[in-house]
């Protein structure tokens, strides 16, 4: 069994969606010769999900370290609009001007817990995964006093390339960082065939050492075939039940807001809560929190808190529709969201408000629901009738689902490739350890 330094900020008892794609690593490697030593932050988080410790291998090593100042600043609130707009704008701008994250202040910590663990001359690879992104500075450090150790960085989401980066001087830093650590790293995996096209295009990458390694779900996650598939029986008189779970920051609040005009026209129509309740479960900006007001006091919109992951499963397993909010840019067109491929093994119709791009293709080649543009209002009360046209007439149904194609993405099979691209990587070839 060979052993892997694994470097992630997020990892359990931490909860939220970036924490899934690491825990399922760290669970699965094994089973394909690679043994995970995990340095991660110390404590729970903002979001802890404690339950989420029974995943991890009894084994398991764990390094947790912490650092002053090195916790996440947030431009979302999570259970009402308290402070307003304003002020996480506010935060959001004076974010981005921390290169690359303000988690920057735990490398120094990570590094020195690194470097103390590779002294016992066991581990055969690193990996790095991020956001947050400074996690792969601490990577690029240790690579280069560590030449022939291979290092593996995993990109869960676009860097400099990313929507959020809006003022010039911090681009330029966060571009010449990201191309460091492409230039250094041995392999770079993402999480999309778009994204790597763009990181090869845009940052000048290596074609050769590049890959893309989707996100997925697990199928030990849901209990019986019948979750996945999405049985339901049909009772007319209930509503339309639509749940969303996840994230829409501030700064991401205009991609909802066709939704939310829909839901709006809708209601102005004569529809109500006996027609469709909408669960928003999670963390929202505050602008939602007030686009939805007089919806939430209509009792057709509800938003929710953060909730530990097996309870927003069962939220989900309940829903009628699962509903999918993606910006209408071009990174809205490239990523897949995280929370997709557990739609997708649900089985629940999907209600995409998203630009046609890698996402909406997955849906359609599934035939797991509708999509409409997140700035046509139209098209989503279109698609809105005719899920409650289903509805009404029973036809509402679970997606029949492929599961071959379904395959491709299981949590085991995706550390598999992991493991194969880990593989390639022994012996380790050494970079120059001059100037990067």
């Not at 909860?15 to 690491?22: A, I, P």
């Not at 760290?26 to 110390?42: F, K, M, N, S």
């Not at 949590?411 to 493991?419: D, K, N, P, V």
Request: charged letters at 20%; proline letters at 8%; hydrophobic letters at 45%.
């Amino acid at each position: 069994m060979k052993r892997v330094l694994l470097i992630a900020y997020d990892f359990p008892p931490r909860g939220g969606t970036g924490v899934f794609r690491v825990l399922k690593f760290a669970r699965y490697l094994p089973e394909w010769g690679w043994q995970p030593v995990v340095i991660t932050i110390d404590g729970a988080g903002p979001h802890p999900d404690p339950g989420l410790l029974a995943e991890l291998p009894a084994d398991l090593e764990v390094l947790r370290v912490s650092a002053p100042g090195a916790g996440r600043p947030s431009d979302v609130v999570t259970s009402s609009p308290a402070g307003g707009a304003a002020p996480a704008k506010w935060r959001a701008s004076l974010r981005q001007w921390i290169v690359p994250d303000p988690q920057i202040a735990w490398v120094p910590v990570a590094v020195q817990a690194a470097t103390k663990r590779l002294r016992q001359g066991d581990i055969a690879a690193m990996i790095t995964s991020g956001p947050p992104f400074s996690t792969h500075l601490a990577g690029w450090w240790l690579k280069r006093r560590h030449p022939r150790l291979p290092w593996l960085m995993d990109m869960r989401d676009l860097w400099s390339e990313g929507a959020a980066q809006h003022a010039l001087v911090p681009y330029k830093l966060n571009r010449m960082l990201e191309q460091r650590c492409l230039r250094l790293a041995d392999r770079t995996t993402v999480v999309s065939e778009g994204i790597r096209d763009l990181t090869i295009r845009r940052l000048d990458a290596d074609p050769a050492r590049i890959s893309t390694l989707t996100n997925g779900f697990d199928p030990s996650d849901f209990p019986s075939a019948s979750d996945r598939t999405g049985t339901h029986e049909h009772v007319p008189a209930e509503p339309l039940r639509l749940r969303y779970v996840g994230t829409i920051a501030e700064s991401r609040a205009v991609s909802a807001q066709g939704c939310i005009a829909a839901l709006h026209q809708l209601y102005s129509e004569g529809i109500d809560r006996r027609h469709m309740q909408v669960q928003l479960i999670g963390s929202f900006g505050a602008s939602i929190h007030n686009a939805a007001a007089r919806l939430i006091n209509a009792g057709i919109v509800e938003i929710l808190p953060f909730m530990p992951h097996a309870r927003a499963l069962e939220r989900m397993r309940e829903a009628d529709v699962l509903l999918l909010v993606l910006m209408d840019d071009w990174e809205g067109r490239i990523a897949h969201s995280n929370k997709l491929f557990e739609y997708l093994a649900l089985g629940r119709p999907i209600l995409a408000v998203a630009p046609e791009g890698e996402a909406t293709r997955l849906i359609a080649a599934q035939g797991a629901g509708l999509s409409a543009s997140p700035s046509d209002t139209p098209a989503i009360v279109a698609a809105l009738r005719q899920f409650m046209a289903w509805h009404v007439a029973g036809e509402l149904s679970g997606t029949a689902l492929d599961p071959q194609r379904l395959q491709q993405f299981h949590r085991r099979e995706l550390a598999s490739q992991l493991a194969r691209l880990l593989d390639d990587l022994q012996p380790a070839a050494a970079h120059p350890a001059g100037r990067i």
